[in-house]
C-alpha cells in the first residue's frame, strides 16, 4: 500500500472512530481542520487557486496566549532571553475573545508560558469544551499531577503533546533548566496509566522533541524511552526553527544516520515519527502563495494579533507586537480581520510577496527586499 492511499485510509478509519466517540459535529471539525490546514489536500489547493482572494472565510482556527509567566529557564526558549515580565490572560479577556468566533472548530492554547500558572487556565478549558471546540494543548508535564491529568480527561481534551527534548536526566534538565526529569516522567506515566484505568481515547497524547547540538545524540534512545514509558502516539523531532543570536549555537540538523537508527526502533515497537530535518533552504522551500496559515491568527496575551505562529521563538517579541495587525483588546477582531493592513497582508501573500511580519518566516519562499 503506497504513502497516499495508507494516509486517506488512516483518515477514514479515524473519521468513523470519532463520529462513534464524539459525534458528527466534533468529526465535521476535526475533518475541516485537517483538511484546509494541515494537509496538501484537494479542498485547500480548491481554496487557494480558485476561491481566494474572492472568498475570504472569517478564521476557522485561532491560537491564544493565555500566559506569559513560566517557571523554567529553557535554554532554548525566546522567554528565557526577555526583558518584559510575564502576565496572564483573565477568563473575562480571553471570553471576549472567544465568543467572537461562534464558529471556530479549533483552538491552540499554548503560548510562551506554563499555562497551569496562569489561575484561570481550568475555567477557560471548561468553558471552550463547553462549545465543542476541538482543543490543543502543548504541555512539558511539570504540573501534570493525576488530579489534572484526571480533568483532562473528563473535560475531553482533544490533543495533549508533549513537549520533551532529552532521554536521559543529565540532557534534560541541562536544557530545561528548573525542571525536575523525574517528576515529568512519573507524571507521563501516571496520565497514561490514569487514560487506561478511565478507558478514555482522549486526550489524544503526542510527542514533540526539539533537536539541539546537546540532544541530537539521544534521538533513538528517545525512541526507547517513548516506548518504555507507554507513548502510543505520534513523535515529531523538530530542529530549531530560529536560531537567534543568543542560541544560534544551539542549532543542527538531524543526521540521516540517527533518522535510520530510530525508525528502525520505531518500526520495532510500531511507533509513528515525524521529521523536520532542518530549516530548508530557500530554494527548496514551497513559494509563500502556497500558505493558508494566515486563516489561523495568534493572539498575545496582551490582545496583539499576529498572522500565525511561526514567527514565534524568534526572539523578536517587540518586533512581532510593533507589526501586529492589531489589538482585541482595543478593536473587535472582526474590524481588524477587515482592515486595510489585514487586507493588504493578504493580498500580498497570494501574490508571492512578503509581509513585513512573515520576514523571519521558515516555512515559505520570502523576500528580504
Given at each position: 500500500?503506497?504513502?497516499?492511499?495508507?494516509?486517506?485510509?488512516q483518515?477514514?478509519?479515524?473519521?468513523?472512530?470519532?463520529?462513534?466517540?464524539?459525534?458528527?459535529?466534533?468529526?465535521?471539525?476535526?475533518?475541516?481542520?485537517?483538511?484546509?490546514?494541515?494537509?496538501?489536500?484537494?479542498?485547500?489547493?480548491?481554496?487557494?487557486?480558485?476561491?481566494f482572494?474572492?472568498?475570504?472565510?472569517?478564521?476557522?482556527?485561532?491560537?491564544?496566549e493565555?500566559?506569559?509567566?513560566?517557571?523554567?529557564?529553557?535554554?532554548i526558549?525566546?522567554?528565557?532571553?526577555?526583558?518584559?515580565?510575564?502576565?496572564?490572560?483573565?477568563?473575562?479577556?480571553?471570553?471576549?475573545?472567544?465568543?467572537?468566533?461562534p464558529h471556530?472548530?479549533?483552538?491552540?492554547?499554548?503560548?510562551?508560558?506554563?499555562?497551569?500558572?496562569n489561575p484561570?487556565?481550568?475555567?477557560?478549558?471548561?468553558?471552550?469544551?463547553?462549545?465543542?471546540?476541538?482543543?490543543?494543548?502543548?504541555?512539558?508535564?511539570?504540573f501534570?499531577?493525576?488530579?489534572?491529568?484526571?480533568?483532562?480527561i473528563?473535560?475531553?481534551?482533544?490533543?495533549?503533546?508533549?513537549?520533551?527534548?532529552?532521554?536521559?536526566?543529565?540532557?534534560?534538565?541541562?536544557?530545561?533548566?528548573?525542571?525536575?526529569?523525574?517528576?515529568?516522567?512519573?507524571?507521563?506515566?501516571?496520565?497514561?496509566?490514569?487514560?487506561?484505568?478511565?478507558?478514555?481515547?482522549?486526550?489524544?497524547?503526542?510527542?514533540?522533541?526539539?533537536a539541539?547540538?546537546?540532544?541530537?545524540?539521544?534521538?533513538?534512545?528517545?525512541?526507547?524511552?517513548?516506548?518504555?514509558?507507554?507513548?502510543?502516539?505520534n513523535?515529531?523531532?523538530?530542529?530549531?526553527?530560529?536560531?537567534?543570536?543568543?542560541?544560534?549555537?544551539?542549532?543542527?540538523?538531524?543526521?540521516?544516520?540517527?533518522?535510520i537508527?530510530?525508525?528502525?526502533?520505531?518500526?520495532?515497537?510500531h511507533?509513528?515519527?515525524?521529521?523536520?530535518?532542518?530549516?530548508?533552504?530557500?530554494?527548496?522551500?514551497?513559494?509563500?502563495?502556497?500558505?493558508?496559515?494566515?486563516?489561523?491568527?495568534?493572539?498575545?496575551?496582551?490582545?496583539?494579533?499576529?498572522?500565525?505562529?511561526?514567527?514565534?521563538?524568534?526572539?523578536?517579541?517587540?518586533?512581532?507586537?510593533?507589526?501586529?495587525?492589531?489589538?482585541?483588546?482595543?478593536?473587535?477582531?472582526?474590524?481588524?480581520?477587515?482592515?486595510?493592513?489585514?487586507?493588504?497582508?493578504?493580498?500580498?501573500?497570494?501574490?508571492?510577496?512578503?509581509?513585513?511580519?512573515?520576514?523571519?518566516?521558515?516555512?515559505?519562499?520570502?523576500?528580504?527586499?
Amino acid at each position: 500500500m503506497n504513502k497516499s492511499i495508507k494516509r486517506n485510509y488512516q483518515k477514514i478509519k479515524q473519521a468513523f472512530f470519532l463520529i462513534r466517540k464524539k459525534g458528527v459535529r466534533y468529526t465535521y471539525n476535526y475533518l475541516w481542520f485537517h483538511s484546509l490546514y494541515r494537509d496538501d489536500s484537494l479542498l485547500r489547493k480548491i481554496f487557494l487557486k480558485w476561491l481566494f482572494p474572492y472568498t475570504v472565510p472569517y478564521p476557522p482556527f485561532i491560537e491564544v496566549e493565555l500566559t506569559t509567566k513560566c517557571n523554567l529557564k529553557c535554554t532554548i526558549c525566546e522567554h528565557t532571553y526577555w526583558k518584559e515580565p510575564g502576565i496572564n490572560m483573565t477568563f473575562e479577556q480571553f471570553k471576549s475573545i472567544f465568543d467572537q468566533f461562534p464558529h471556530l472548530k479549533w483552538i491552540g492554547l499554548t503560548g510562551i508560558g506554563e499555562s497551569f500558572l496562569n489561575p484561570d487556565f481550568i475555567k477557560i478549558l471548561k468553558y471552550v469544551k463547553s462549545k465543542n471546540v476541538f482543543v490543543e494543548l502543548y504541555d512539558n508535564f511539570c504540573f501534570l499531577t493525576e488530579e489534572r491529568a484526571k480533568l483532562f480527561i473528563e473535560l475531553g481534551i482533544d490533543m495533549l503533546i508533549l513537549s520533551m527534548d532529552a532521554a536521559t536526566k543529565e540532557t534534560y534538565e541541562k536544557i530545561r533548566v528548573g525542571a525536575n526529569f523525574d517528576t515529568v516522567i512519573n507524571n507521563i506515566k501516571n496520565f497514561i496509566t490514569l487514560k487506561e484505568k478511565m478507558k478514555s481515547h482522549f486526550p489524544q497524547l503526542d510527542v514533540h522533541f526539539i533537536a539541539t547540538k546537546g540532544n541530537v545524540h539521544e534521538i533513538p534512545q528517545y525512541v526507547d524511552l517513548a516506548h518504555k514509558i507507554g507513548i502510543t502516539g505520534n513523535i515529531r523531532f523538530t530542529s530549531l526553527l530560529h536560531g537567534f543570536k543568543e542560541i544560534a549555537n544551539c542549532v543542527t540538523d538531524i543526521p540521516e544516520y540517527l533518522i535510520i537508527e530510530a525508525e528502525k526502533k520505531a518500526k520495532q515497537y510500531h511507533l509513528n515519527l515525524g521529521w523536520n530535518k532542518n530549516v530548508p533552504p530557500m530554494s527548496e522551500r514551497r513559494p509563500i502563495n502556497d500558505c493558508t496559515v494566515w486563516i489561523m491568527p495568534f493572539i498575545f496575551v496582551t490582545g496583539h494579533v499576529i498572522p500565525c505562529c511561526v514567527g514565534n521563538e524568534a526572539n523578536q517579541r517587540e518586533f512581532q507586537k510593533r507589526h501586529s495587525l492589531g489589538n482585541v483588546f482595543e478593536k473587535p477582531f472582526k474590524e481588524i480581520w477587515n482592515s486595510k493592513e489585514y487586507k493588504k497582508f493578504r493580498y500580498d501573500i497570494i501574490h508571492g510577496k512578503t509581509p513585513i511580519q512573515c520576514t523571519t518566516c521558515t516555512a515559505y519562499t520570502i523576500s528580504r527586499k
